[in-house]
């Protein structure tokens, strides 16, 4: 089946980076978008950025510009997002989503997402 | 950036209630939003997109309309499975943007 594996929860100290993988299987990796999205504690749910598995091109939200990159390996259907200059604000679970749209259908919809990765910034 | 205005942001609700979620964007988007459930520790799910369309495998009792910038989620009658956190997003444009969401909770 369609599915988005995530790395093991991370604990780093403000000012560190993090990098969470994404690991595509069940479907072609290289022929949709994946989003990366995260949700702190008690808050609602923001978009990060997408990036192109074919491609390789990336966008990000300008809340990020500067401190998300994103990459991926196409050998292994990988997509990683790495978010440096951590700080407590950062405290969030990080989940990465395929982008799914349909002839016929207006938009898209991310299915599946992978299963979150808690990233705690602690000193 | 389009704003998405989720209301209520929490509701308790008995099993077999009919429940309502609201959500309005700051402009139009035409047909272009999702709903999704997110449960603690659970990959968040799509239920609704394109603002009407049930996601394979979804419940008959979840259902979406709206168009322009007001929609609605309904559940038309609450189960035990269905207390969880429920967000609206947009996909018009980017970035994507979603509601706060709303925690329904057991009454």
């Known amino acids: 089946q369609v599915q988005l594996v995530q790395s093991g929860a991370e604990l780093k100290k403000p000012g560190a980076s993090v990098k969470v993988s994404c690991k595509a299987s069940?479907?072609?990796?290289?022929?949709?978008?994946i989003n990366w999205v995260r949700q702190a504690p008690g808050r609602g749910l923001e978009w990060m950025g997408w990036i192109h598995p074919d491609s390789g091109g990336t966008d990000s939200a300008q809340n990020f510009q500067g401190r998300v990159t994103l990459t991926r390996d196409t050998s292994s259907s990988t997509a990683y997002m790495e978010l440096s200059r951590l700080t407590s604000d950062d405290t969030a679970v990080y989940y990465c989503?395929?982008?799914?749209?349909?002839?016929?259908?207006?938009?898209?919809?991310?299915?599946?997402w992978g299963q979150g990765t808690l990233v705690t910034v602690s000193s | 950036d389009i704003q998405m205005t989720q209301s209520p942001s929490a509701l308790s609700a008995s099993v077999g209630d009919r429940v309502t979620i609201t959500c309005r964007a700051s402009q139009s988007i035409s047909n272009s939003i999702n709903w999704y459930q997110v449960k603690p520790e659970r990959a968040p799910k799509v239920l609704i997109y394109s603002a009407s369309t049930l996601q394979s495998g979804v419940p008959s009792r979840f259902s979406g309309s709206g168009s322009g910038t007001d929609f609605t989620l309904i559940i038309s009658s609450l189960q035990p499975d269905d207390y969880a956190t429920y967000f609206c997003q947009q996909s018009y444009m980017t970035p994507r943007t979603f509601g706060q969401g709303t925690k329904v909770e057991i009454k």
């Open positions: 989503a395929r982008v799914v749209a349909l002839a016929g259908q207006e938009g898209s919809w991310y299915d599946p």
């Open positions: 069940g479907y072609t990796f290289t022929d949709y978008y």
